[in-house]
C-alpha cells in the first residue's frame, strides 16, 4: 500500500463532483464515474484533521471483496475498466492506485439501507428506554451486544452534508423511494448482511450491523453502490473477545470514537487532531479486518 497518506484529491483534467466524508467523486463522463477513496476518517459526523495511512486502499480492497462475493444477490456500480482509461498522468495514477475505481453513474436513492444482528450502539440506547429498536418490538431480558433473534432492518434519511442522518419507518422510506424500491431495497440488504455475516464467522468476525446504499440504473434496477462492508459502514467485532453485556473490542473507527470521548470537545468541526499512537493503532485495526477477511 502507498505510503503517503491521501487526505484531499485535485486531479487535472477531471471535474470534482461532490467531496464527501471519506471519498471524492469525479465525472468521468455521462455513463461513469471515477471514485477515490481517501485516508480522512470522520467521526460524529465530524471529518478530523489527520488522516490514517493506508485507510482508503484498505476500505477499496474489502468493498472490492464484498462486491465480487455478492454478485450472485445483486448487481454492484463497478465498470471493471481501468484507471488508465481516464488518468492520463502517471503521478496521478500511481496514487490513486488501489484506492480508486471506475463505477456506472447511478441515480441514487436518498436512504441507507441499516441492517442490524446485533444490539449495540443507539439501538441499545433505544431498547434500554422502550424495549424496541427503531419502533421494531424486541424479547425483553436482552443484554448490550446480544445477537437478535433474526437481523432486523432499520433504513435512515440521508442527510446533508454536516448534518445527522435520521432514523426512518419502512413507511417513510416508501413514500421517499417508492413502494417497488423500498421493498427490493430492504430484501437486498437483509440478504447483503445475512451471507456477509456467515462468511466473516468463518474468519472471525462478527459483523454486528452495517449499512448499504443503493442507486437506480437506467432501467430502474435497484444497484449495490458506494461501499460494500467496510470498518466504516460497519461494526466489526473479534469472534474471540465477544461477550454479551459488555461493548466489544472491534476493527472499526468505534476506537477512535472511544478515544474522542475522553476528551473536552462537542462534536462540533473542527475535530481535534489525533495523537500519533491513535493513528497508528487505528491503521492496524482497518488492516486486520483486511487481512482476517481475505486471507
Known amino acids: 500500500m502507498n505510503a503517503s497518506p491521501v487526505f484531499e484529491t485535485r486531479l487535472t483534467g477531471l471535474t470534482l463532483l461532490h467531496r464527501g466524508k471519506v471519498r471524492d467523486n469525479y465525472a468521468l463522463d455521462d455513463e461513469r464515474l471515477l471514485i477515490v477513496a481517501t485516508d480522512r476518517l470522520s467521526a460524529f459526523d465530524v471529518v478530523l484533521p489527520d488522516p490514517i495511512p493506508g485507510k482508503g486502499q484498505v476500505l477499496t480492497a474489502i468493498s472490492d471483496f464484498w462486491f465480487a462475493r455478492t454478485r450472485h444477490i445483486v448487481r454492484n456500480h463497478l465498470s471493471g475498466e481501468p484507471l488508465a482509461k481516464y488518468v492520463a498522468d ?101 440478504a447483503l448482511y445475512s451471507h456477509a455475516a456467515a462468511y466473516a464467522l468463518t474468519r472471525g ?68 487532531r489525533l495523537p500519533a499512537e491513535v493513528i497508528a493503532r487505528t491503521a492496524a485495526k482497518y488492516r486486520e479486518a483486511l487481512e482476517r477477511l481475505t486471507g
Open 90 to 190: 502517471p503521478a496521478e495514477r500511481a496514487m490513486l492506485e488501489g484506492r480508486a475505481v471506475v463505477v456506472e453513474r447511478l441515480r441514487p436513492l436518498p436512504i441507507e439501507a441499516v441492517v442490524r444482528g446485533y444490539l449495540i450502539g443507539s439501538g441499545w440506547k433505544d431498547y434500554q428506554r422502550q424495549g424496541t429498536v427503531c419502533g421494531i418490538a424486541l424479547p425483553a431480558g436482552l443484554r448490550q451486544a446480544a445477537r437478535l433473534p433474526q437481523p432486523i432492518y432499520t433504513p435512515s434519511s440521508k442527510a446533508p452534508a454536516g448534518a445527522h442522518d435520521q432514523n426512518i419507518s419502512y413507511p417513510e422510506t416508501e413514500a421517499v423511494v417508492g413502494p417497488a424500491a423500498a421493498a427490493r431495497v430492504r430484501e437486498l440488504a437483509l
Open 205 to 272: 468476525i462478527i459483523i454486528a450491523d452495517t449499512k448499504f446504499e443503493f442507486g437506480l440504473d437506467r432501467s430502474g434496477a435497484v444497484v449495490l453502490m458506494d461501499e460494500a462492508l467496510t470498518p466504516d459502514s460497519s461494526r466489526f467485532w473479534p469472534v474471540d473477545s465477544y461477550r454479551e453485556g459488555t461493548s466489544p473490542p472491534s476493527f472499526d473507527k468505534q476506537y477512535v470514537r472511544d478515544y474522542l470521548e475522553t476528551l473536552d470537545w462537542n462534536k462540533r468541526a473542527p475535530g481535534p
